[in-house]
């Protein structure tokens, strides 16, 4: 881990173990100064501390103790430094996990994402999050920020949000070597957009690694029951109604699989997720002999502030260049409710229902596409 990711660990970590005392609080003119000046060790704070710890404790039932210790070593129960997970280049995002892998902490990089997150989707979110025990929009357990406008964040040097939430891949790392590679992992968005961000500077200034992670295409279909299948879709059209109504766009479905077969390595199940159980985190196990996980991540991105913000100009150059030209809409010259159709019609589409012999069958599934338009159509979702 570089010196950089170090010194933006200790920051997280600082935040996550300080305890409120008056001189956090009511830093002095000198302590003021000093944090200003700081690059890449920003002071960051937890935001708005109660709701999220009323978050975990009643809507998802995570034991602060054990969330707290999720920050430890697990060997020395001392403080240590969490895990990099790569930096994606192209957005500029950090990633960790807690040194137990149940937490994953992203960078919220860009001004935009941040304000709409804590101004426009945060409350929305929580209600949400109260009413709907089961919602797969990904379960965001703290957000760190930096109260004090410092030069680090000035210069982008270091992040000045991020985001804590579940990992929906742990269990992955108590696996063994062998069965560790059979995970799989896809990140999917409609993908009959254009996304300039991906396609643009994704290819030009992003490693082929980084462009191929971009890219994902699901190339097989969740075989999973018809009741299954509704189920699915019926959660993740509530949980995207909220996104629509907060004009967000570009979130994507991350859907997990291992083999059904694949067992902890001391033999036991592959451990599942901390919190309150839901069958698409703990893994619905397909007709298939795939257990599959499924989260919607990414909701940060709002129609408005995307349009008005910097990619403005990279979208006009493109539509000049024509460079997009083979490509579908744009995505961020889509609205949000057309997002969001498309968004479950592609989830529609990878989930199917096979017959009793294993084989797709028609039959089953036009019903289910047609409850779902229906949904739409009265605006029930
Ligand atoms: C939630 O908080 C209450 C009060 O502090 C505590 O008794 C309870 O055990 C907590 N629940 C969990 C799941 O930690
Ligand atoms: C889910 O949350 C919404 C508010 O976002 C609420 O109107 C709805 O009743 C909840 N659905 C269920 C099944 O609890």
């Known amino acids: 881990m570089g010196r950089r990711q170090r010194l933006i660990s200790t920051s997280i970590l600082r935040a996550i173990f300080r305890t409120k005392t008056k001189d956090t609080k009511n830093p002095g003119l000198l302590a003021r100064i000093l944090a200003f000046f700081s690059i890449f060790q920003l002071t960051l704070s937890r935001y708005r501390e109660e709701l999220f710890k009323k978050l975990r404790n009643e809507t998802w039932q995570i034991d602060e103790e054990e969330y707290t210790e999720s920050f430890r070593s697990p060997s020395h129960g001392k403080r240590t430094d969490l895990v990099a997970v790569g930096d994606l280049g192209y957005s500029g995002s950090t990633f960790f996990t807690t040194p137990n892998s149940k937490y994953l902490l992203k960078s919220l990089p860009r001004q935009f994402e941040q304000s709409f997150f804590r101004l426009r989707l945060l409350d929305p979110y929580v209600e949400h999050m109260e009413l709907n025990e089961t919602s797969l929009l990904v379960r965001i357990t703290d957000l760190l920020y930096t109260p004090q406008t410092t030069l680090g964040a000035i210069l982008g040097a270091a992040p000045s949000h991020h985001i804590v939430m579940e990992n929906i891949l742990y269990g992955k790392s108590s696996c063994g070597k062998d069965d560790q590679k059979k995970w799989e992992t896809y990140d999917l968005k409609p993908n009959d957009y254009f996304f300039p961000e991906r396609d643009v500077m994704g290819g030009r200034l992003a490693p082929e690694s980084v462009k191929e992670r971009l890219i994902d295409e699901f190339p097989d279909k969740v075989r999973v029951s018809v009741d299954e299948k509704e189920e699915l879709i019926a959660q993740l059209s509530r949980d995207t109604k909220i996104l629509q109504d907060a004009n967000a766009v570009d979130y994507s479905l991350f859907l997990v699989r291992y083999p059904a ?90 989930v199917e229902v096979p017959d009793s012999a294993g084989r797709p069958s028609g039959e089953l599934r036009e019903p289910v596409i047609k409850s779902m338009d229906h949904l739409i159509d009265i605006g029930e979702v």
């Not at 001391?266 to 795939?290: E, F």
């Open 261 to 350: 077969s694949m067992t902890h390595a001391d033999g036991g199940d592959v451990p599942v997720p901390a919190g309150r159980q839901s069958s698409w985190r703990n893994g619905v196990q397909s007709q298939d002999k795939w257990v599959y996980r499924a989260v919607l991540l990414d909701f940060f991105w709002a129609k408005d502030a995307l349009q008005a913000k910097t990619l403005t100009g990279l979208v006009k150059a493109f539509n000049f260049l024509k460079v997009g030209k083979d490509h579908g809409p744009m995505s961020i010259t889509t609205t949000s409710d057309e997002y969001r159709q498309r968004f479950l019609k592609m989830v529609d589409a990878i």
